[in-house]
Each structure stands twice: as structure tokens, then as C-alpha cells.
């Protein structure tokens, strides 16, 4: 079973520009968490999407924003780059199951913003 | 809320040398605990998981237990290579009110493995 991916790879934006992350899940994953991993903040969870809807969001301002499609593939938005925006950015999918569910990574998207 | 504390890195070992991460949490509820793996350049690998007290995960050799009355998550591994080398991150995962889950994680601990 294929994993998890992610597009594009690699990303050079400047300040000020929008920009679009793509992530496909593992087949028949319903559930598509988002994080974002710098070397000062660690690994922050931006937000998860479950059947077309978010479900929860973690502790990021309005410009960072995401969509789930009716094929469970999820993309994420950043508005008005900012230079701390460099990062990381890491999808992962699982089942969606009530109760605790094991999540499963994609390889990242490395935005660097100049 | 949730939280990770692991032992601050880099660990610098020799091959065949016992590895200890030391991993531990702080939960409200009644957590998930994980170890995943980041070899450079990747994302995150699932290492092993343990879903309740006294669980032990394992995987590749490495093993961690749940310890309850401890609220720990040690990393261990008998004989570690020199493949081995990564970046180790403890992470507990609680079911959140609205239901799905979310991941805590620890800062990450860097292990290098040298001949």
C-alpha cells in the first residue's frame, strides 16, 4: 500500500506570497492532520480534516488555513508569507477511527520563505 | 494540557553500545504514546506505539513500556548500529473533545552512532 505523500517537495517563496501544500493519504485513510516542524518551535500540530471538515486546529493565526476533498487528499494554505514561516511542513493520515488512531507521515514539504 | 519532556541530545554511542531515551509525559486523560523516527532529510517513521499502561511496544529491536505510575516512555535498544543514527521523538496522542486525535511532541533527541 502506497504511503503518504506530498507536494511539492521542496518550495522557495518571498514575503508576502500565498502558497498551496498538497498531501495525499494512505488509501482508505479518512483523517489528515497537518504539523509544522521548525528548530525553535519543535513540532506543532496546525490542524485535522475528517470527512471534508475540520475537525480541530491547534494555535495558528487565520493565515494558515487547509481543505479536505471528497478523495480524503487534503491541501494547505499559507497567506501573507512571513519570514518565520520557513518550516517544515508535515502531513499525516489515519483511519479516522473513534478512539485513539495511529497517524502515519509523509516525507514533508520544506518551504523557505525569503 | 499535554506534554513531552525527553532527554536533551545529541547522544553519541558506539556501535553495539545499550541506547536509553528517557521520554516523559504529562496527559489529563488517558493517552496513546509513540516513538517515531526522522532520518535526515525525511519525515516522520512510526518506531512503535504502546495504547495502554504496561504495554510494551517493539519494533527493530527497540522497546518501550508504558509506565503508568511513572507517566514514562523510555526508549531502549540492546545493540544499536550505526544505521540507527536519526532524530528520536517521544509523542503522546488524546482523544480531543470534538473527537480525532491529536500529537504532542517531545523536542527530539539525536542519536549518533559511530564505529
Known amino acids: 500500500k502506497a504511503g503518504v505523500t506530498q507536494t511539492p517537495r521542496y518550495l522557495i517563496k518571498t514575503r508576502g506570497q500565498q502558497v498551496t501544500l498538497s498531501c495525499s493519504p494512505i488509501s482508505g485513510h479518512r483523517s489528515v492532520s497537518w504539523y509544522q516542524q521548525t528548530p525553535g518551535q519543535g513540532l506543532q500540530f496546525l490542524f485535522e480534516?475528517?470527512?471534508?471538515?475540520?475537525?480541530n486546529k491547534g494555535n495558528f493565526p487565520g493565515r494558515f488555513s487547509g481543505r479536505q476533498f471528497s478523495n480524503s487528499r487534503s491541501e494547505m494554505n499559507v497567506s501573507t508569507l512571513e519570514l518565520g514561516d520557513s518550516a517544515l511542513y508535515l502531513c499525516?493520515?489515519?483511519?479516522?477511527?473513534?478512539?485513539?488512531?495511529?497517524?502515519?507521515f509523509g516525507p514533508g514539504t520544506r518551504l523557505t520563505v525569503l | 494540557g499535554d506534554s513531552v519532556t525527553q532527554m536533551e541530545g545529541p547522544v553519541t554511542l558506539s556501535e553495539e553500545a545499550f541506547l536509553t531515551i528517557n521520554c516523559t509525559y504529562t496527559?489529563?486523560?488517558?493517552?496513546?504514546l509513540f516513538w517515531y523516527v526522522q532520518y535526515p532529510g525525511e519525515g516522520l517513521q512510526l518506531l512503535l506505539k504502546?495504547?495502554?499502561?504496561?504495554d510494551k511496544g517493539s519494533n527493530k529491536g527497540f522497546e518501550a513500556t508504558y509506565r503508568k505510575e511513572t507517566t514514562s516512555f523510555h526508549l531502549e535498544k540492546g545493540s544499536v548500529q550505526v544505521s540507527d543514527s536519526a532524530v528520536y521523538f517521544c509523542a503522546l496522542s488524546d482523544i480531543l473533545t470534538g473527537g480525532g486525535n491529536k500529537l504532542t511532541f517531545g523536542t527530539g533527541t539525536q542519536l549518533k552512532v559511530e564505529l
Open positions: 496527559a489529563t486523560g488517558y493517552p496513546s
Open positions: 480534516y475528517f470527512s471534508e471538515t475540520q475537525r
Open positions: 504502546a495504547t495502554k499502561a504496561d
Open positions: 499525516a493520515s489515519s483511519l479516522g477511527a473513534a478512539g485513539v488512531d495511529t497517524q502515519y
